[in-house]
């Protein structure tokens, strides 16, 4: 059974930097393509980054890239979000996702295994 745990959230700063990470448990994981979403209140989860374990091949959303970079640890099963020159908009709850195969999916519904989501907030 695979298990997603996001850490990493909190208050910060617009401008600043926060790493969010995702503890993997349940792979191996070198079949997956790992994802991360966000979400506001009163609107569809939105694509934010993604990884495909076995290449490295990654995508971004157009609002988060040269900002957001996301990576992975083999040793550690952990998947990263590094995001910098935050923004206000940034704000939400951020979730990783995971779905065996190494095609990248922008929709949440294509994604069967999901951690419980951490808070990012940006003030200005």
């Known amino acids: 059974q695979v298990q997603l745990v996001e850490s990493g959230g909190g208050l910060v700063q617009a401008g600043g930097s926060l790493r969010l990470s995702c503890a993997a448990s349940?792979?191996?994981?070198?079949?997956?393509?790992m994802v991360w979403f966000r979400q506001v209140p009163g609107k569809e989860r939105e694509f934010v980054a993604a990884?495909?374990?076995?290449?490295?091949?990654?995508k971004y959303a157009d609002s988060v890239m040269g900002r957001f970079t996301i990576s992975r640890d083999n040793a550690k099963s952990t998947v990263y979000l590094q995001m910098t020159s935050l923004k206000p908009e940034d704000t939400a709850v951020y979730y990783c996702?995971?779905?065996?195969?190494?095609?990248?999916?922008?929709?949440?519904?294509?994604?069967?295994?999901w951690g419980q989501g951490t808070q990012v907030t940006v003030s200005s």
């Open positions: 990884i495909v374990w076995s290449s490295d091949n990654t």
């Open positions: 349940g792979g191996p994981f070198s079949r997956y393509t």
């Open positions: 996702a995971a779905e065996c195969g190494d095609s990248i999916y922008y929709r949440s519904t294509e994604y069967d295994y």
